[in-house]
T-cell receptor, first 107, second 113 residues
Framework: TQLLEQSPQFLSIQEGENLTVYCNSSSVFSSLQWYRQEPGEGPVLLVTVVTGGEVKKLKRLTFQFGDARKDSSLHITAAQPGDTGLYLC???????FGAGTTVTVRA | GAGVSQTPSNKVTEKGKYVELRCDPISGHTALYWYRQSLGQGPEFLIY????????DSGLPNDRFFAVRPEGSVSTLKIQRTERGDSAVYLC???????????FGEGSRLTVL
């Protein structure tokens, strides 16, 4: 099993601030996925990154895949309360998930 | 509905009892995954089906856990002699292709007293 470590575990910020969460591994992944999960619901896919060094943007969210395809980051610009949730990265043949980063955006 | 459906949404049982959790995937999705999630943690992989066969069951914690998908559609996760440590949300997801986008159900919350 390829392990994914996410940091920080918790992040609480004020509306309008920026934030970055990280997903790291010692293994190389052919692709990584980012999901967001809200309480009482299943995770929902945000993006899949495939190419080393790739940057993808989804409105205020920017995703980056490391050159060596061992790590990824998610940056949120001008966070809003609606961005609150558990952010998960996943990869590997059985789609293993990291432990997630719980993001709270205060109004 | 068009999404992944899981039943029951909540199940409370006593230690030592047998439990079945059902997953009805999106029509046409050949891949089906079961995960277990504890509060504040990421989903923990249990088993993955491609069609009717279990392609990878390396995440099942022990032989009390078993899953089937006899017709390549609906899947049932079976837990024998439940223990308090089995308490968690059990998530099912389906995908058109292996490692493609996973579509998750809302989960079945299992509480073992």
């Amino acid at each position: 099993t390829q392990l994914l470590e996410q940091s920080p575990q918790f992040l609480s910020i004020q509306e309008g601030e920026n934030l970055t969460v990280y997903c790291n591994s010692s293994s190389v992944f052919s692709s990584l996925q980012w999901y967001r999960q809200e309480p009482g619901e299943g995770p929902v896919l945000l993006v899949t990154v495939v190419t080393g060094g790739e940057v993808k943007k989804l409105k205020r969210l920017t995703f980056q895949f490391g050159d060596a395809r061992k790590d990824s980051s998610l940056h949120i610009t001008a966070a809003q309360p609606g961005d609150t949730g558990l952010y998960l990265c996943a990869g590997g043949s059985e789609l293993s998930f990291g432990a997630g980063t719980t993001v709270t955006v205060r109004a | 509905g068009a999404g992944v459906s899981q039943t029951p949404s909540n199940k409370v049982t006593e230690k030592g009892k047998y439990v079945e959790l059902r997953c009805d995937p999106i029509s046409g999705h050949t891949a089906l995954y079961w995960y277990r999630q504890s509060l504040g943690q990421g989903p923990e992989f249990l088993i993955y089906f491609q069609g009717t066969g279990a392609a990878d069951d390396s995440g099942l914690p022990n032989d009390r856990f078993f899953a089937v998908r006899p017709e390549g559609s609906v899947s049932t996760l079976k837990i024998q002699r439940t223990e308090r440590g089995d308490s968690a949300v059990y998530l099912c997801a389906s995908s058109y292709l292996n490692t493609g986008e996973l579509f998750f159900g809302e989960g079945s919350r299992l509480t073992v007293l």
